[in-house]
DNA sequence: CCCATAAGAAACGCAACGTATCTTAAAGGT
DNA sequence: ACCTTTAAGATACGTTGCGTTTCTTATGGG
């Protein structure tokens, strides 16, 4: 029991902490997942885990760097609006893998520990939106949906927001009634208004 | 030092509890505010205060509960951009005044326990805010500087939407700036676009 | 084959948890 | 004025996880 006969090493070792981290926050989320359960589930020792991470969030934000769903592209449907609901539904599904509990968890300890809010950030940002956003207006102004028009980065941003802030307040998945909603009562008529 | 001469009962032992947590809260944070150290700043001792609130996170809630901003009323500031960037200032002060780190922090117990997420949700939202941007639109609409149009409760939720989602990923004041943006290139269209 | 490196085991003191027990002050009814 | 009920406050308990230190020993590179 006490070592079976492998004694694993470097990014070997690394990887299976980071699986054991993975699978502890998937079962029994961040606030009861201890360094001490993580090490006994990677069949490793606290030193292992201290040596390579400062502590739980910067941990936590490892296995969950290495688990992330891939960054999807927003594909032309065919319209202004069928495009809108798929981007947004990306981003809540997106934001959902995203296991919030760990997220709120990690956002407590970033505000001790600005390195952890520097990597948090980074973590929760997605990069192409902005491109993403803009396509889709492009193309709408093509389609002759609105007229052309930059949009700018905070507009951009909105979806991500709108989706993050929904759902840091209500824990769950984001429903398609919710979506319908931020698109129809938002994201459209901000989009419309921008070309006025 | 073993009780003074007087011993505090009731109201006034629970005033004098909620007023060291917020003192601890203010001083410390949350993260490292603990039970203990509420009751010995309150000068009583633990089980006191365990016979009134589960844990930290309640506590802090209720502190936090008695010391809020109120609600401030929208004035007419004689236009409709100078009313909005009054309103969105008027909601960021106020989410600063709430300790976004407390927030973080009861938010990462919240989700373990579903009474403490509601009694969050209770207090970030706020109530009469759909009536403020309604009524901000009457008066432009008064001016001619909108269509009239009835505001999707959506929408009217996303000043506050908006500024929350800033002071939890910037931690921080939102800049005079930021609101700004917020305004011209997300709200103000978002409006604009309503009309049409 | 040897040796520098790092894995793993074990134990440390510390802090805070949440609970149980007991004494005693305060409030209120008669 | 007394006596009963209520709850405050002190104290101590076992538990858990922290982050660190110390030491042994397996491993892989040279």
Known sequence: MTEPKTRRRGAELEQAIL????????????????????????????PVIYRRWPGRAELVLA????????????????????????????????AEGMVS????????????????????????????????????????????????????KRAARAPLDLVRNETMMYGGPVSDETIAELVDDVYLPLLRGLGS
Chains 1, 2 share one sequence.
């Open 19 to 46: 699986d054991a981290a993975w699978d502890e926050l998937n079962e029994v989320g961040y606030a009861a997942l201890t360094i001490e359960s993580v090490a006994a589930r990677a069949a490793t020792s606290k």
């Open 63 to 94: 296995a969950w760097g290495r688990n992330r769903p891939p960054v999807t592209y927003a594909t032309d449907t065919g319209g202004l609006r069928s495009d809108l609901i798929s981007l947004f539904s990306r981003i809540a599904r997106r």
């Open 101 to 152: 509990e760990a997220i709120a968890g990690v956002m407590g300890e970033a505000f001790r520990h600005p390195e952890v809010a520097d990597l948090l950030r980074d973590r929760l940002r997605t990069a192409p939106l902005a491109n993403w956003v803009q396509e889709i207006v492009d193309r709408a102004a093509d389609r002759g949906e609105l007229t052309q028009v930059a949009v700018p």
